[in-house]
């Protein structure tokens, strides 16, 4: 039986996103521009990470790197999950630039799942206690930071991979073709498909859509219209952003931007 329920929550803290999740779906390969950290609460899930497959049980705590390819697959029925997505800048900020770059996809850690849920608590909890929130958060990332940062050993892009990704992310909403990106990095059509796809995790059309549903959750936070959000993004119309934006976040833009009001 399918199961797919999202509560996209009020944040008290601007460059920090609170979900709740309860889903039988499977998540395609995809990346944040966020830290993620959260708590499975509820049933288990295999994920693709940087140190290859994880598996997640109840009371695991889940992180994942800003830009970092992965996914989600529950097993054996419907998983729930807190998660929050914080800001790069801000995780930075509150580690004095401590690196956090690199961290372990899924840990047993009863002290840093108490953490997650005292500050998610602090996060949601409007109106806020705002020396309460920079607290707990700060006293979570410390712990992470101190606990499990880890550095698997990861290869850069070649050059040519690096070249077209570089386009895609500096002009997400302009219209390419393969071709314009074979040409810009000397490769065979078949050849940049096949390197973009073993060296970035997902193929170059894949990772454009992903670059365009950032840009309209930059857009939305910044009090875009869903339809100008769509434009402005690169979409065909809303309708497709839709379906883009619920494929990566499993939430509606709708909601995600009433979320933010």
């Known amino acids: 039986m399918h199961t797919h329920r999202v509560e996209q929550h009020r944040s008290s803290m601007h460059g920090v996103a609170a979900m709740t999740l309860l ?3 499977s998540f395609p390969r995809h990346a944040h521009d966020q830290f993620g950290l959260g708590v499975l609460l509820d049933g288990a899930q295999r994920s693709w990470s940087c140190v290859g497959q994880v598996e997640s049980q109840p009371g ?3 992180m994942v790197n800003p830009g970092e ?3 989600g697959m529950p097993i054996g029925g419907a998983r729930a999950w807190r998660m929050l997505h914080l800001a790069p800048e801000l995780v930075a900020r509150e580690l004095d630039g401590a690196d956090t770059e690199l961290v372990h996809p899924s840990v047993r850690d009863p002290i840093l799942a108490a953490l997650f849920v005292r500050l998610f608590a602090r996060i949601t909890q409007l109106p806020a206690d705002l020396l309460a929130v920079e607290e707990a958060l700060a006293r979570t990332l410390a712990h992470v930071a101190r606990n499990h940062v880890t550095h698997p050993r990861v290869v850069p892009p070649s050059g040519p ?4 990704r570089q386009r895609l992310d500096d002009a997400p909403a302009e219209a390419t073709s393969l071709q314009e990106l074979a040409t ?10 096949r390197s973009f796809a073993r060296e970035v995790g997902v193929t170059p059309h894949a990772y454009l859509i992903q670059r365009r549903v950032s840009r309209v959750r930059q857009l939305l936070a910044a009090g875009a219209t869903l339809a100008d959000a769509a434009l ?4 065909a119309d ?3 952003m839709n379906r883009a934006f619920v494929r ?3 939430v509606t833009p709708g909601r995600y931007r009433a979320a933010l009001a």
């Open 161 to 164: 991979v690096a070249k077209a």
């Open 184 to 193: 810009l990095t000397g490769l065979s059509r078949f050849q940049l498909v």
């Open 60 to 62: 695991d705590a889940i």
């Open 238 to 240: 809303q309708s497709h």
């Open 232 to 235: 402005q993004a690169g979409f």
């Open 23 to 25: 889903s039988s779906r």
């Open 248 to 250: 990566q976040f499993g």
């Open 69 to 71: 390819m992965h996914d």
